[in-house]
């Protein structure tokens, strides 16, 4: 929960002072995001970052396909997000897929590396 924090601090201060769109911040889960492990830990610290800050965030649950993956993360941008979390490796591909597409958006990812410069990894 606290790297879930800092990385939210992170992207808020790294957001340019007056910058047109402030920060939306997403996680994607794919299974039980109350799983007692790390899908709960990531979504009690975007709760926690939630009732700090003010900042509402959005999330998906989805499936543990990687058409699934790529369909979340394209749905939690469509949504306004334009930080996204992913938990997992199994997220790799799909994080490098839709990052390519979408510049614009800032992308973590834990428990594997994606060599973008949208992505922190």
Do not use: C, W, Y
Request: charge should be negative.
């Amino acid at each position: 929960m606290r790297r879930v924090m800092l990385l939210l601090l992170a992207a808020l201060a790294s957001a340019p002072a007056g910058a047109a769109e402030p920060l939306v911040p997403g996680a994607i889960f794919d299974g039980d995001k109350l799983d007692k492990s790390f899908n709960e830990a990531v979504f009690n610290g975007f709760k926690r970052f939630e009732s700090e800050t003010g900042t509402a965030f959005k999330e998906r649950v989805v499936g543990t396909s990687e058409e699934a993956h790529v369909q979340g993360l394209r749905d939690l941008i469509k949504s306004g997000a334009n930080f996204v979390v992913t938990v997992g490796f199994a997220f790799r591909s799909s994080v490098e897929k839709v990052a390519r597409e979408h510049p614009e958006v800032r992308f973590s990812v834990i428990d594997s590396v994606v060599d973008l410069p949208n992505v922190s990894s």
